[in-house]
Nanobody
C-alpha cells in the first residue's frame, strides 16, 4: 500500500516562510500529478498548487506569487515553499498524487500550518 506523508508544518509569524514536504512510501511507481490542498476550519478544501510529471505548475489565486510547488528528482516527493505567509493561510495542508495504474487519488494525512503573531 502506498502512503503519502507530509511534514514541515508548524507555527510561523505573518510574513514568515515554511516549506512543506510530501513523500511517498514507494518509489518504483510513476507519480503523475502531485498537488497540495488546504482546508481551514469552517471552509471547504481548496487547491493550493499542482505540478505535473513534466513540471508544469498551477496555483490557486490566493497563493500566486507567494507559494512555489516543486518535485524532487525521484518524482515521488513534492514540496511547497510558502513565503509571505498570511493569517488566512492557516489551515491543514494535504498532498495528493495521481499514480499510474492506481484508480483513486492518494492522499496524505495532512500537516497543520498556523500563522499567528
Amino acid at each position: 500500500q502506498v502512503q503519502l506523508v507530509e511534514s514541515g508544518g508548524g507555527l510561523v509569524q505573518p510574513g514568515g516562510s515554511l516549506t512543506l514536504s510530501c513523500s511517498a512510501s514507494k518509489t518504483h511507481l510513476s507519480f503523475l500529478t502531485m498537488a497540495w490542498h488546504r482546508q481551514a476550519p469552517g471552509k471547504e478544501r481548496e487547491l493550493v498548487a499542482l505540478i505535473s510529471y513534466g513540471g508544469s505548475t498551477s496555483y490557486g489565486d490566493s497563493v500566486k506569487g507567494r507559494f512555489t510547488i516543486s518535485r524532487g528528482d525521484a518524482k515521488n516527493t513534492v514540496y511547497l515553499q510558502m513565503n509571505s505567509l498570511k493569517v488566512e493561510d492557516k489551515a491543514v495542508y494535504c498532498c495528493n498524487a495521481k499514480v499510474q495504474g492506481i484508480a483513486n487519488l492518494l492522499w496524505g494525512q495532512g500537516t497543520q500550518v498556523n500563522v499567528s503573531s
